[in-house]
């Protein structure tokens, strides 16, 4: 089973920026997804997360500006960033509790990382 992130990259200020991430391999369900983000010198810190459920839940200074959405035909899920600002860059991550089929049991994982830069 693997999360694999996608999008990131430079995007101006005030503009918008959509990141994905997909899980691949032989699963079950997926329940909680979420991105974190990490900028230098920082902890990582939630940025947004979704629930199996639907339920969503923002960092204070995504709130707004941030939409985390999941598609769980596709075990997908997407962040997508409007109005950015030069504090948004960072490297972000995705996250999600995973149901492995082989195992009956949940499991986290971790994309590999995904930079955005915001410059102003």
């Known amino acids: 089973v693997q999360l694999q992130a996608s999008g990131g990259g430079l995007v101006q200020a005030g503009g918008s920026q959509r990141l994905s991430c997909a899980v691949s391999?032989?699963?079950?369900?997926?329940?909680?997804w979420a991105w974190y983000r990490q900028a230098p010198g920082n902890q990582r810190e939630l940025v947004a997360r979704?629930?199996?459920?639907?339920?969503?839940k923002y960092a204070a200074s995504a709130e707004g500006r941030f939409t985390i959405s999941r598609d769980n035909a596709r075990n997908t899920m997407n962040l997508l960033m409007n109005s950015l600002k030069p504090e948004d860059t960072a490297v972000y991550y995705c996250?999600?509790?995973?149901?492995?089929?082989?195992?009956?049991?949940?499991?986290?994982?971790w994309g590999q990382g995904t930079l955005v830069t915001v410059s102003s």
């Open positions: 996250y999600a509790e995973v149901g492995i089929r082989r195992l009956s049991s949940w499991q986290d994982f």
């Open positions: 391999g032989s699963i079950f369900s997926i329940n909680d």
């Open positions: 979704i629930t199996g459920g639907g339920i969503t």
